[in-house]
């Protein structure tokens, strides 16, 4: 689906106080930024916010961090984010602008991940696009190098063909899935919060598939993806 154009977007972001332009200068820094020292959870492709606004502010505990490539969704983030918020200070998001198939160029191993969420990621059906899944085994080694160890990555998706691809993925990575669903709505579970593209989805009739994955210490020699 095109994104029609927002003006507007760039200079409300910059003018925003959790939202970093040039991430880069933040590898091994993001703790640090927070006013708060607790575990990060990280958000890849946040698009429109839903997620983090549902998220942070039930969650003080704990810092996010959002990121998508696009100042076109990341504007509307940032405003559904203030407005979840109300009058409380928002001192547990951060948003910024990356491209995720290059996430160590602005994370790195100090900056202690605890949890990854992938929240309805582009499927790249096409064989030859498989490696742009950010759950294929690539991007998976990547988000390595950042996540602390024992540290989790949770997955919804509404594409069969992804899931199951995603569950040969992931032992590929050295994570081991401990939870899995192909519907997660029959579920009822409270405490899962909603995305733009999931209550898209859920209205279409169409089962949310959901996994949550471990990362094991090592990559086993058997499993590790010639990439
Ligand atoms: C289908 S939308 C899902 C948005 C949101 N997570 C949800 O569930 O409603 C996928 C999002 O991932 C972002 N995205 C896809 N590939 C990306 C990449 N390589 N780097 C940064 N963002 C990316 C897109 O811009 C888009 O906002």
């Known amino acids: ?32 930024w927070f006013p708060h ?4 959870y990280l958000e890849l492709g946040c698009g429109k916010g839903w997620f983090l606004a549902g998220m942070a502010p039930q969650h ?6 959002g990121i998508d490539m696009k100042d076109a969704v990341l504007a509307p983030a940032k405003r559904k984010i203030e407005a979840a918020f109300g ?12 491209d995720i198939e290059r996430l160590p160029d602005i994370m790195g191993e100090k900056d202690h991940v605890e949890r990854i969420y992938i929240n309805f990621c582009n499927p790249w059906p096409r064989p030859r696009h498989h490696k742009r899944r950010l759950t294929h085994p690539r991007q998976l080694l ?5 996540l602390s160890p024992g540290a989790e990555l949770w997955f919804k998706t509404d594409d069969d ?12 990575a050295g994570f081991t899935v401990f939870a899995q669903t192909y519907n ?11 995305t733009e593209h ?17 990362m094991e210490a090592v990559v086993p020699e058997a499993d590790r993806p010639a990439i």
Do not use: S
């Open 1 to 32: 689906m095109r994104m029609r154009a927002k003006p507007w977007a760039g200079p409300e972001l910059d003018a925003c106080p959790f939202f970093l332009r040039g991430p880069q200068r933040m590898k091994n820094h993001w703790l640090e």
């Open 37 to 40: 020292k607790q575990p990060l």
């Open 60 to 65: 003080p505990a704990y810092n996010f961090l």
């Open 87 to 98: 009058d409380h200070p928002i001192e547990n998001v951060a948003l910024t602008a990356y």
């Open 142 to 146: 990547l988000y390595r190098t950042l």
């Open 161 to 172: 063909a992804l899931f199951a691809a995603t569950l040969q993925y992931l032992p590929q």
């Open 184 to 194: 997660l709505h029959a579920l009822e579970d409270p405490d899962n919060v909603l």
């Open 198 to 214: 999931e209550a898209k989805f859920l209205e279409q009739g169409i089962p949310i598939k959901a996994l949550k994955a471990r």
